[in-house]
Structure formats: structure tokens, C-alpha cells
């Protein structure tokens, strides 16, 4: 078989990036909240029209679409040894309450536009190409990270925790599946895919970290992703009467979750380590009136390390805070749940590689260095080889509205994507 020499075509490797753009702004209009944020959550209205428009450029890039029975979503282009394993590139468009428009949205409209250039350059993969949307990165609806990429990577005991998995408004995954038009979503086990389904997936995303942008660099060569956890608390007091209760007689449990919040930060600040981080980004008080002492308090804890170990003995240390002040205030510990406590993944060697050599032959500057925050290549990396590629983004600034990355980074970001998938496609 002839190979075609797809150095060759190098030099005409360019971004369309007015249209890639605009693919941002209109996507980001799809929001429940307003300009400048982004609200996109899981199997809502919005999310299902941006499925929509995610689909039809695709088709409108020549691809064949799948969608699996949560909704994770796949275009394919067949390589002219499409028998072999194919590569995969793609990332996330669900945002999280009042966030940005580039956050995943850039891995995914990023692949389709990678391919796009591809294929105006006449290249033709030898591998089969393919642009993957995943379901749910973010935990906003069902408190589940990377919901489809964990679910791709074969995670039965997630398949079996959605079974019983209600949202904030008590609405069961289930139900939320089928109303966004995922009717087959009892049979989870149809999602997984075997080790071996991929030869490579690579991410493209945003760095949402300063380190690019400060030390004016192209790319992020991703060598690692940092390990997350999350865990869910509850408390329990007694309540009551904001005037007439005396203060000996109180177990607040408002006071609880405040306490906790504070040993979080003193147990992550402890471990010595800057790689350590640990955040209280939701704290509910009930029934949440200015003269009534909470009853039940509700904290969701966010922490990470790039060391696994000391990222677990951080969790065990919350954990007896959570037991010790539940003792002192009277306070019941009604709930300690760990939500998920993963590992970290390293990226592949090969990936990295063809990752430096597409950036040393798009002169392109780069570095490598680690992901702080996950990704669906977390997940992917059980399956399959992985790799990510970072483009600077406005002062490291994510998770809200004033995420901003230049689209002249997200075009280098897309060219390297590009020959990168290129290469190992043809490997
Ligand atoms: C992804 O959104 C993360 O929280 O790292
Ligand atoms: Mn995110
Ligand atoms: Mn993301
Ligand atoms: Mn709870």
C-alpha cells in the first residue's frame, strides 16, 4: 500500500479560524444564564440543542455520528486501513453555572475544525480519525465527574450508581436521559468500550492555569493529570430559635460545615506541597432563614494532588476532622460520603513525542507540564494511550465568566492537534 507522504502537505495547514469563532459565539449563546457566562448543564434544553449543533458540524465536515446510550457523541472518518484501531481527539461543551465559552468547547469544535484542515490539505489517514463530545465532564447535575468518559472506560460501578442517581430536584438520571431523547439508558454496559478500542486519544483544551500565557509559550505538552477526589458531608443539629435558644443549648449545624470548611484548608495547606489543593465550593444551610439555627448542613469538598498518596491522607484527615467536630458540637455526621477518589494518568510517550515534533515542525514554542485539572483523558487513559495538548488562556483564568483564550492561540492549539493526529494516524 502506498502511503501518502503527508509532509508534504505541512505548509498548507491552515485554521479556518473566522468560522471556528464564530462556532464559539454561537455555542456560547446556548446558555441558561447570560452573556458574558455560560450555563450549560447536562440534558437540559441547552445542552441538548448544543448536542445538536455539535452533530451537524460534523456531518457537515463529513463525518459519520454516533451517539452512544448516554449521549457521549462520535464522528468518524475512515482511514484507508480503517480495520485498525482508530485515533480519537475530543473534549467536553456541558459548562458549569456561570463559567466560560471555552472550557472543553475548544477540544471539541477544535477536533472538528482539526479534521477540517486536514482534509482541505488532501492528507488521508491511514487509521480512522474520530472526534469524540463527551457526556458530563462536569459534576454540576448528578455531583458525577466526566460522567461519559468513566462510563467509556468501562466503569461498571458507576453504571450501577446511576441507576439510583437523582439530581437537585429529585429527577433521576434515568428520566433526564429519556427527556433529552436517550431512551436505551438502562443498558449502561453498551457504553463501555474494550481496552484496545483506540490506538491514541488526544485532548486539546484550554490551559486554565497562567504558566503559557506568564511565560509567553504556544503549547502545554501534558505529561500528567493530577488525581481528584470529591466528597459529599452532611450534618445534623437540633435547629431552632435564632433569639430564644441560648447558645449552651445550640449544636448548629451551620457552624459545623463552617468549622470543616476551615480544617479543609488547614489539611491541604499542611501537606507542604503547593501541588496540593483542596476547595469547599458548595455549603448549604437548612432551612436558610436568617432567625433559625441550621439544622442540616450540606458540604460538596474538591481536592487534588498530583500525588495520589497525599492526596488520600488529605482525605483522611477531613474525615476525622468531620468525626471530631460532629463529637465537640453534638452535631450529627449524617453523612461522609467519598464521591470519587481517582487516580492520576500519565500521558503516553509516544503522544508526547509526536506532540513535540508537530510543535518543532509548526515552529511553535512549547513546554511540558502537568494538568491540575482533570479531564475526560483521565478516563481515557484506561483504554487507551493519551495525550493533551494546552493553549494559553487569559491569565489562567476558568470556572467563570471571564475565561478568554485568543484565537490565534486556538488556531496554533488546532495545527498542532492536527499534525499530531496526523502522525498517529499513519503510525
Ligand atoms: C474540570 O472541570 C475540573 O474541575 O478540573
Ligand atoms: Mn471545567
Ligand atoms: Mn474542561
Ligand atoms: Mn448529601
Redesign the pocket.
Known amino acids: 500500500i502506498h502511503e501518502p507522504d503527508f509532509q508534504d502537505s505541512l505548509s498548507s495547514l491552515s485554521v479556518e479560524t473566522e468560522s471556528l469563532q464564530r462556532q464559539i459565539d454561537e455555542l456560547a449563546t446556548l446558555s441558561d444564564t447570560p452573556a458574558p457566562s455560560v450555563t450549560r448543564v447536562l440534558y437540559t434544553e441547552k445542552d441538548v440543542l448544543a448536542r445538536r449543533y455539535i452533530k451537524n458540524l460534523m456531518s457537515l465536515s463529513g463525518l459519520s455520528v454516533k451517539e452512544d446510550a448516554v449521549g457521549n457523541i462520535f464522528g468518524r472518518w475512515d482511514g484507508y486501513e480503517s480495520e485498525l484501531a482508530p485515533v480519537s481527539s475530543g473534549s467536553?461543551i456541558d459548562?458549569?453555572p456561570y463559567?466560560g465559552k471555552y472550557?472543553?468547547v475548544v477540544g471539541v469544535l477544535g477536533a472538528i475544525e482539526a479534521i477540517n484542515v486536514l482534509k482541505r490539505s488532501g492528507f488521508k489517514p491511514k487509521r480512522s480519525l474520530e472526534v469524540i463530545m463527551f457526556t458530563s465532564?462536569?459534576p454540576t447535575r448528578f455531583g458525577i465527574s466526566c460522567l461519559g468518559s468513566r462510563l467509556l472506560a468501562g466503569s461498571e460501578e458507576l453504571a450501577q450508581l446511576l441507576k439510583k442517581t437523582v439530581d437537585g430536584q429529585n429527577i433521576s438520571f434515568s428520566n433526564a436521559a429519556r427527556l433529552a431523547g436517550y431512551e436505551d439508558n438502562e443498558a449502561l454496559s453498551s457504553v463501555f468500550l474494550k481496552k484496545g478500542s483506540y490506538s491514541a486519544f488526544i485532548e486539546l483544551h484550554i490551559e486554565?492555569g497562567p504558566i503559557l500565557e506568564e511565560e509567553a509559550t504556544s503549547i502545554g505538552v501534558v505529561t500528567a493529570i493530577a488525581a481528584p477526589a470529591s466528597i459529599k458531608v452532611d450534618f445534623e443539629g437540633n435547629g431552632g430559635h435564632a433569639g430564644a435558644a441560648l447558645m449552651p443549648t445550640r449544636n448548629d449545624a451551620g457552624l459545623a460545615a463552617a468549622e470543616l470548611a476551615l480544617a479543609v484548608e488547614k489539611h491541604v495547606l499542611d501537606s507542604g506541597s503547593i501541588d496540593t489543593v483542596g476547595t469547599v465550593g458548595i455549603l448549604e444551610l437548612h432551612p436558610g432563614a436568617i432567625n433559625s439555627i441550621p439544622s442540616k448542613s450540606h458540604l460538596e469538598i474538591d481536592t487534588r494532588d498530583i500525588d495520589e498518596k497525599r492526596r488520600n491522607e488529605v482525605i483522611e484527615k477531613i474525615k476525622e476532622s468531620a468525626l471530631s467536630i460532629s463529637k465537640k458540637r453534638g452535631v450529627k455526621l449524617s453523612e461522609f460520603k467519598i464521591v470519587n477518589q481517582d487516580p492520576p494518568a500519565l500521558s503516553d510517550d509516544e503522544i508526547i513525542k509526536a506532540t513535540e515534533s508537530s510543535c518543532k515542525e509548526l515552529n511553535l514554542s512549547y513546554k511540558k507540564m502537568i494538568s491540575r485539572?482533570y479531564h475526560d483523558s483521565l478516563f481515557m487513559a484506561r483504554i487507551s494511550p493519551m495525550g493533551m495538548i494546552f493553549i494559553p488562556c487569559y491569565k489562567g483564568y476558568?470556572?467563570k465568566p471571564e475565561e478568554f483564550s485568543a484565537i490565534e492561540d486556538i488556531g496554533n492549539g488546532v495545527r498542532v492537534l492536527a499534525l499530531t493526529l496526523a502522525k498517529l494516524s499513519m503510525s
Open positions: 467536553h459548562a458549569i463559567s472550557d472543553g465532564e462536569e486554565q485539572a476558568s470556572h
